[in-house]
Every structure is written in C-alpha cells, then in structure tokens.
C-alpha cells in the first residue's frame, strides 16, 4: 500500500550529567553580586533545576546520544535513516550544519540528507513540519528529527532576568512513511517584527564576533505574546484535523514558564493532569524542550499507542506553531 502520512516509531533523550538547582545557581550569582532566590525562580518560571553540558560538547554530542536512544527504540539501525533534520540555536559551528556532524558522529554513509533548522524554541515543531511533509511526499522513507541545544554557553550570567532560566539537552524522534495516520496536521508561523524581544544579536565578522552574542529577551512581551498564540495556533491544528480539543489525551507545550503552559492549557479546555510537564527539572531548552518531554511520557508510561498528542512551540523571532499526532 502506498504510504501517504508519517507516523512517530521511536522516540529518546538525553541531558548532560550536570543538574544545577536553583539553589547552587542563587549561589554562583551571588559571587557577582547578582541577587536572585529559588523562590522567584520557581514562583515566576516553574522551574526547579536545569543541566549544564561541560564546555567540551555540543548540541551534536547530545544530539548523539538522544537520537541513538530514538533508532534502538524503532528497531532500527542509523543507516537506515534517509533525512536527518536538526532543529537548534546553538549549532556546533557556523558551518557545517550540526546534522551533518552528528550523520557522522551516528556513522552515517548512505548519503541522505542532512540539514538544521532555526526556529529557535519553535525549531522542532519546524523540523518536524518539514520531515512529515518529505515523508508523504515520498522524498525520503525514515527521518530522525531532533531539537539539541546547548543554551548554557549563550548565557549572560550578570543577566539575572535569562540566566536562570535556560538549559541544555537534545530529544530525538525517528518518524517513518506509513499508511496509518501518525502526524495528523501541522501549523507554522512567524512575525519577524518581533526580532528584537528575543534575540543573540552577534555575528561572526572579520574573524571575531561582532555585538552580543548573549541571549536577550523582553520576558514579558514573549510573555504576552507566547499566550495569545499558543491557544489560536493549537486550534488552527485542531481544526485542519477536524479534531476537538476534548480529543486530545496530552498537551506538549514548549516548556519555557509553567505558568504560560498552564494558561495554555486552560484555554484548550484540558485538565492540567493532560500536560506533560519538564520545564521544573529541564528549565527552557529551546528546540529541545519538546522532543524531551514526548520522550519523558512515553518511556514512564504516560503516553501510549494510539493517543492523540498537541505539540506546541513558541519562540525567537517571533515564531509559534502546533503539530497534532497520534502516537
Ligand atoms: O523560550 C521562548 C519563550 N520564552 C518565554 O516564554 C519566556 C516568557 N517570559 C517569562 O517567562 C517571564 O516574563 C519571566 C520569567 C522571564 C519573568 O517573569 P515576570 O513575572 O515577567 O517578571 P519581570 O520580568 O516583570 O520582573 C519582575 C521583577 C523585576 O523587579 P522589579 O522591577 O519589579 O523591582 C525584576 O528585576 O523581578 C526581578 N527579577 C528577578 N528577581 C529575582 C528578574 N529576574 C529575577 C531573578 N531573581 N532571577
């Protein structure tokens, strides 16, 4: 039979070793006479703790691990993926693409494509838009699609208003061209009049970088914005499925403050119980933060074959989109 949609058959992740708790990060800033607390972290965010890779690796090495975890659970092996997307903001170099180190790093020969994405927190819902729409279309037969970030190093730690609230991680998934409906409809977008609220504005120029190569951003007009378009954009998916939101079995929301996840959640009508959430033990992994929870409900349980999950991002410049899909 002819495969006309793409379904999800793995799914992996993988945070770095070192867990740094609000606690130990009040205390490194107070070394610079930065003042914060656990309690605001957690009251304004949700957030509890966040990993920190070692300086010596990168969105691809984590990248690795999360997208070996996928292939084993679809009972694969890595040279039987023929599309390798990488969704992130914090690429190993300006060139080549992470996907094309981590092909090899994965020892990949077999020539398939390989490409990142930059959609910054919405990266992976891009990067699975565009792997569904390879496999119905016949262009490739097995995508590994991956959110891998390292935001620790785009940090400004005098910053106390960002610095507590980001971390590093990779979620993988392994989507194949099937006959039974897997990803029911995806929905992108993005205003690029909001570059400014979140941004690194630097460049590589001359040999060095050029302006800041920190993360900036005007919480509260992502704030603002991230609610307004998380509930239109989850209803936009819903209707090209002709879905309703009673439907859905789990919420996935980009995991960047609990409390816009919670509003999210509200407006669609679902019990809180129905989202899944990392954001208290992950902290905001841009890309990664998605791919890494779908990994965490599906690997304790939660999620099961044959439910109907929201994905949900929201992010840098300005982007949001959805993708609803049956597990
Ligand atoms: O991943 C892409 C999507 N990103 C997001 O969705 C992030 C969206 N924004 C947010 O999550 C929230 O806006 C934040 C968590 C960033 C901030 O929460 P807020 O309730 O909007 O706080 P605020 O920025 O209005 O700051 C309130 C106060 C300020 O003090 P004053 O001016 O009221 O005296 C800040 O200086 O909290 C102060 N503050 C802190 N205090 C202790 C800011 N950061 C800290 C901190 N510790 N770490």
């Not at 509200?266 to 959430?277: D, F, T």
Request: charged residues 20%.
């Amino acid at each position: 039979m002819t495969a006309v949609f793409s379904r999800i058959t793995g799914t992996g992740h993988f945070l770095p070793p070192r867990r740094v708790t609000n606690a130990e990060l009040t205390e490194i800033l107070a070394r610079d006479g930065i003042e914060t607390s656990d309690e605001w972290i957690r009251s304004r965010s949700g957030i509890s703790a966040r990993h920190y890779a070692e300086a010596s690796v990168g969105s691809s090495d984590l990248a690795l691990i999360a997208a070996q975890r996928a292939i084993t659970a679809a009972g694969l092996e890595p040279n039987d993926i023929d599309l390798l997307i990488v969704a992130t903001s914090t690429p190993d170099m300006v060139f080549p693409s992470t996907a094309c180190i981590l092909q090899r790093k994965l020892g990949i020969t077999n020539g398939s494509a390989a490409l990142d994405v930059q959609a910054v927190c919405t990266g992976f819902v891009y990067a699975l838009s565009v792997a569904d729409n390879a496999l119905r279309s016949g262009q490739a037969r097995r995508a590994l699609v991956i959110g891998a970030e390292v935001f620790s190093r785009i940090l400004d730690f005098k910053d106390r208003g960002t610095c507590v609230l980001f971390g590093d991680g990779a979620g993988a998934l392994v989507l194949e061209a099937s006959d039974q409906a897997g990803i029911l409809s995806t929905k992108l977008h993005a205003d690029g009049r909001h570059t400014e609220i979140l941004c690194v504005p630097g460049n590589v120029n001359g040999g060095v970088v050029s302006g800041s190569a920190f993360l900036h951003m005007d919480g509260q007009a992502v704030f603002k914005l991230a609610v307004q378009v998380l509930e239109k954009v989850a209803n936009e998916a819903l209707a090209a499925a002709a879905v309703p939101a009673s439907a859905i079995d789990w919420l996935i929301p980009h995991q960047a403050n609990i409390r816009i996840m919670q509003a999210t959640c509200k407006k669609l009508g679902l019990p809180i119980e129905r989202m899944i959430v990392t954001v208290d033990q992950h902290g905001n992994t841009s890309a990664a933060s998605i791919p890494m929870a779908l990994d965490v409900g599906v690997r304790d349980g939660r999620i099961k074959p044959g439910e109907l999950v929201m994905l949900e991002g929201v992010g840098g410049g300005f982007t949001w989109g959805a993708a609803l899909l049956r597990m």
